[in-house]
């Protein structure tokens, strides 16, 4: 049986780039929310956002010209050079075809979209920038980080809104298990834009201030941005070059209720992490900590909660959302929740949900880690990943077995 390791964490972030910076800001409750300077923000009564601050790719970057490619495109690619470094990997021993670069995303390079209709609103359908156009693809993306890593395997792109991440690094463990990779770069990212501000709030699920997951006054997200990426690759490859192994990606479960176009299903998201554990061959006890998908809404936490006490009984492990200090990072949402997974596991930490207040009597049971990160042996951890559509996806990591 073909074993799958991580070994490299790549996170460009609103509360911090690289991995020293990002875990100490998750042990501290750094919130990565400020007001929103991507777009003009001034015509909504709710203006805060998780935006990375002081980005600057050309610092991580080395063989693609930023110019050349949209905000998102650059966070990928960033994400993925910097865990090229963490992990240390000389991609020139890789053997040609054997590195894979399987990213997700929301919204792609939706602010390139925004740009090119202010154009034609401006001036007309003549005045589209065909450098803009060229930016557009969604695929951009994961091409993006082929491109600067010169990787010769798969290039893919998957959309799965919120859980996309997790879809991509579950794609990548088939491709390594499957014996088609030896190195899989696994996450996803997008960018702060006014399509998704807006349509959050249109939807009445957009917080204020602050987002409070599992808090009793929770009332919504906070958009945010981002590239978050894993270097995977098979444990026989890792140890072959005499790798630093974080920890093992045990398996993964996804499934799709289709019931509704954005409200959660609950017995869909139970079954959803049973078959996470049972594909990673693990049992409910052996879960330690739940790093929540946890938007900070009433219906989403409801249902989140009730499908994790259905599944682990009345005192299920505890659960916190990385959401309350980095914002919805969309389709890298999954990709920062699994670093900060592998981050639990080896420093011995459970993140916490910051900007908690008051018990919610409907989620009794629940331990939200509330406030203040806690120190912790943790084994296994389970990432959960639930989009509008009904596409679940659950991600399980150990301590290398």
Known sequence: MVRVVVTGLGPVSSIGTGVTAFADALRTGRSGISPITSFDASGFPHRNGGEVRDFDPGHHLRRIDAANWGRSSQFAASAARLATEDAKLDLAGVAPGMAHAIMGTTSGESAVAEALTAQIVDSGFAAQDPALLAQLPANRLAN?????LGLQGESLTIATACSASNYAIGYAYDLLACGEADVVYAGGADSVCRWAHAGFYRLGALAKESCSPFDLDRT???????????????LEHAESRGARIYAELLGYGVNCDASHPVTPDTASVAECMRIAHRNAGIDRAEVDYICAHGTGTQL??????KAVVEVFGAQPPPISSIKSMLGHTMGAACGFGAIASVLAIDRGFLPPTVNWANSDPD??????????????????????????????AIVMLGVPR
């Open 144 to 148: 993006a980080v082929s491109a600067e």
């Open 220 to 234: 919504g997200i906070l958009t945010g941005e981002g590239g978050a990426v894993l270097l995977l690759e098979t």
């Open 300 to 305: 989403n936490d409801l249902v989140e909660s």
């Open 363 to 392: 989620l009794l049971g629940i331990d939200p880690v509330p406030n203040e990160a806690r120190p912790a042996q943790v084994r296994v951890v389970q990432n959960d990943g639930f989009a509008f559509g009904g596409n679940n």
